[in-house]
């Protein structure tokens, strides 16, 4: 086996991530600082006090239920030889930072309850004194808690020397009983290759993953050719839908009244009128030029609905959300390099679509009246031709425009002229390819299975450094 050669000690069934389990230990004290009875009680109960009221040194769960069996170094069975490994480096450097010699005094302090064999009558003396917990690398691992019920701890490592083919003998002290909660224990030897290693939970995930991916690319290219949607299509925005992309019952007015079919301007007459074609938006440009700037007055109005305007307070380049008339005075002048600077000036909500209105805002209130039968063209072909309507738009001037709004510049986008078909094949490049899609969710998948491979192995294996790069190491088991 090729070095770096690492020993592992694997627990099953071994439950370290139970909420009670994962918060009983007192940091400061681990530091080696003196912690009060209070805290003390609140970090590490039931394993902070013993029966005769001394301090259990270190206090809690997690250092109670430490792995204490121990295993020697490796020796040859088929010739002279043994293999050395040493725990030297299997903590992380920033652990040394956590832990310190305790200020407690020998006669404070006992060990605890699955520590006290280890001591002559289960307590601390000047010959048996309590552990330095800066040089316990062991203990450093073990306080690492694990996410499953499944994994395995660093116990030694070898980084210098390679691990000779043959037989091996390891003399182990059994002390940690598995017996009583139904688990099992492992030895394990283990080193890394360019290959990676033995990780069957790891592949099994990704391959599920893997193949739920594949599945759903193949539901979607089916969708895709059964039902194809144009990428990047801005109609299918919620502000570019009836209503402002709103539920129903969320719009500020239904369709307007007028707008619906079979609408009888004169209640006593079977007149019906057909304004359905109404229900688009129209845009009238008023333009004045004065080089080198340009005065635009663009109206922009839908007699059946809302504009589609989105809901941006803080936008003054737009009228307010249901607007069904919205009027912009827009100056444009011409720089130099042929760009334009637009500047919106006023910004007027000539007719709004809410329930109540203020001073600021009008209601649209059509009036429809007839006129004079000489002026009717189809009045007099009125029996063999569909009548039509004559519907004219008059701005009533008396009413206030109070609701102008001063608006900030802007400066748009520099636009080069382009006929129809290029904008048509500009607006069909939007969006992402299909390649696009293919190579995010490769990606994605990458992402996911390195990110969660590193979790995976920090917290099961408490790798560090390269370890942490999943199917790194090759896992033999005796």
Same mark, same amino acid.
């Given at each position: 086996m090729?070095?770096p050669?690492?020993m592992?000690?694997?627990? *099953?069934?071994? +439950? /370290? ?12 004290q ?8 209070? *805290? ?31 295993? $020697? ?9 043994t ?10 450097p920033t652990?040394k ?13 006992v ?22 917990? $800066? ?15 499944d ?7 070898n ?11 390891v ?11 139904g688990g ?8 890394t290759?360019a290959?990676?290693g033995?990780?069957? +939970?790891?592949g099994?995930?990704?391959?599920s ?7 759903l ?5 089916l ?10 299509d801005?109609s299918?925005l919620?502000w ?5 992309g ?6 500020a007015?239904?369709? /307007? ?9 004169i209640?006593? =007459? ?5 304004? *359905?074609p ?7 440009? /008023? ?9 635009s007055?663009v ?6 609905e809302a ?12 009228c307010t =959300? ?5 009027r912009?005075?827009v ?16 910004? /007027? ?8 209105t ?13 006129i ?14 569909d009548?039509s309507?004559?519907i ?9 425009r ?16 382009k006929?129809?078909?290029? =904008? ?5 490049? =939007? ?11 490769v ?11 590193a ?21 033999y088991?005796?």
């Amino acid at each position: 086996m090729k070095g770096p050669v690492f020993m592992y000690y694997r627990l *099953t069934n071994f +439950y /370290q991530n139970h909420r009670q389990y994962i918060k009983n230990f007192d940091f400061d004290q681990f530091l080696g600082d003196r912690v009060g009875s209070a *805290t003390l009680r609140t970090n590490c109960d039931p394993l902070a006090y013993s029966s005769d009221g001394k301090v259990i040194y270190p206090c809690g769960l997690i250092a109670n239920s430490m792995f204490n069996d121990t295993a $020697s170094n490796l020796t040859s069975v088929d010739a002279t030889g043994t293999y050395e490994m040493t725990t030297k480096g299997i903590a992380w450097p920033t652990d040394k930072q956590k832990y310190g010699p305790t200020k407690y005094q020998i006669s404070e302090i006992v060990p605890p309850p699955n520590w006290a064999l280890r001591y002559p009558n289960g307590q601390y003396t000047e010959e048996f004194p309590p552990p330095d917990l $800066s040089t316990q690398d062991r203990f450093m691992v073990w306080m690492h808690v694990a996410a499953l019920p499944d994994f395995r701890k660093i116990w030694a490592r070898n980084d210098d020397q390679d691990l000779p083919a043959g037989r091996w003998r390891v003399s182990i002290d059994m002390n940690f009983d598995t017996l009583q909660y139904g688990g099992t224990k492992w030895l394990v030897l283990s080193t890394t290759t360019a290959l990676g290693g033995r990780n069957p +939970y790891l592949g099994i995930a990704f391959m599920s993953i893997g193949a739920l991916c594949i599945v759903l690319g193949i539901l979607f290219t089916l969708r895709h050719l059964i039902k194809p949607r144009k990428l990047g299509d801005e109609s299918y925005l919620s502000w570019n839908q009836p209503g402002g992309g709103l539920p129903s019952n969320s719009r500020a007015l239904a369709l /307007q009244s007028y707008c619906q079919a079979g609408y009888k301007p004169i209640e006593n =007459k079977d007149l019906q009128l057909d304004l *359905t074609p109404l229900n688009r938006e129209f845009v009238v440009y /008023q333009n004045e030029s004065t080089p080198p700037t340009t005065l635009s007055i663009v109206t922009q109005l839908n007699l059946c609905e809302a504009l589609p305007i989105p809901d941006e307070k803080d936008n003054t380049d737009i009228c307010t =959300k249901g607007a069904l008339i919205c009027r912009k005075t827009v100056y444009a002048k011409k720089l130099k390099d042929d760009k334009e600077t637009e500047f919106v000036a006023i910004v /007027q909500n000539i007719a709004v679509d809410v329930e109540e209105t203020n001073i600021m805002y009008s209601k649209l209130k059509p009036e429809f009246k007839p006129i004079d039968a000489e002026a009717d063209a189809t009045k007099r072909t009125f029996n063999k031709h569909d009548q039509s309507a004559s519907i004219t738009l008059e701005c009533d001037e008396s009413q206030s425009r109070s609701d102008s709004i001063k608006a900030g510049e802007k400066v748009p986008d520099h636009k080069d002229d382009k006929n129809g078909d290029d =904008k048509k094949k500009e607006e069909e490049s =939007k969006g992402m390819s299909g390649m696009g899609i293919f190579f995010t969710i490769v990606l994605v998948l990458a992402a996911v299975y390195f990110i969660g491979g590193a979790f995976y192995n920090f917290k099961v294996y408490n790798a560090r450094g390269r370890d942490l790069i999943p199917h790194l190491g090759k896992f033999y088991f005796f």
